[in-house]
Every structure is written in C-alpha cells, then in structure tokens.
C-alpha cells in the first residue's frame, strides 16, 4: 500500500558527509493523508536497530547522543518525504540506515494508522 523509497547511501570516508533521502509514496488505491512521525533508525553488522534521528509532523526532533550535533534530520510533508543530512560520518556510523514512517494514514482507510519501513539503505565509513 505505501512504499518508502530511499536515497543517498554510498561510501565515505571519515569526516565526510552524505545525505539520505526517503520518500513515502502510496497508490491510487492508497493515498496518504498524513503520516505522523518519520525517523532514520541504523543497523549495524551483530547490533540491534536503532533510533537515528526522528521528527513529528509540526517539526519536533529527537536525535540519538552519537547524532547530536552532526545529523540533521528534516522533512517535506508536501512530498512526505525525510532526509537525514550526515556529517563528520565516524566509522561507526556504518550501518544499514532505514526509513521509517509512523502513524500513516491512508484516504481509503480512515481512522486506521500504520507504520511501514523502507528495505534499508547501506552507509559505510572507511578509512
């Protein structure tokens, strides 16, 4: 029903920067009214996924401690869209970086709110 496309993983070296991009795009059938919270988590190789960066419709952040001060989260909502600007990347940034969309309400389900994850995009930082 709802599709979360991201963008903009790659390879870097330590103190560089990249951005992701993730844009939610539903269908014909299934036309986003509003999503609630959208949030970067990461999952790094033997390691638990976890909370990046998130922000709430009206513009609310919250960042991971190791985030603060380098990742810069942001949204669109006119193309519900997120984008997570990284920089000073470390080493162990590298991670597999998802998307995530919260409370997604949908035109032909009203009432109803989900969630839905991209497939993960890949961010190492190598020297």
């Known amino acids: 029903q709802v599709h979360l496309a991201e963008s903009g993983g790659g390879l870097v070296e330590p103190g560089g920067s990249l951005t992701l991009s993730c844009v939610a795009a539903?269908?014909?059938?299934?036309?986003?009214?509003?999503?609630?919270?959208m949030a970067w988590y990461r999952q790094a190789p033997g390691k638990q996924r976890e909370l990046v960066a998130s922000?709430?419709?009206?513009?609310?952040?919250n960042y991971v401690d190791d985030a603060k001060g380098r990742f810069t989260i942001s949204r669109d909502n006119a193309k519900n869209a997120v984008y997570l600007q990284m920089n000073s990347l470390k080493p162990e940034d590298t991670a597999v970086y998802y998307c995530?969309?919260?409370?997604?309400?949908?035109?032909?389900?009203?009432?109803?709110?989900?969630?839905?994850w991209g497939q993960g995009i890949q961010v190492t930082v190598f020297s």
């Open positions: 995530n969309a919260g409370g997604v309400r949908l035109r032909n389900t009203p009432g109803i709110a989900r969630d839905y």
């Open positions: 539903g269908t014909i059938f299934s036309i986003i009214e509003s999503i609630d919270a």
């Open positions: 922000m709430s419709s009206v513009g609310r952040t």
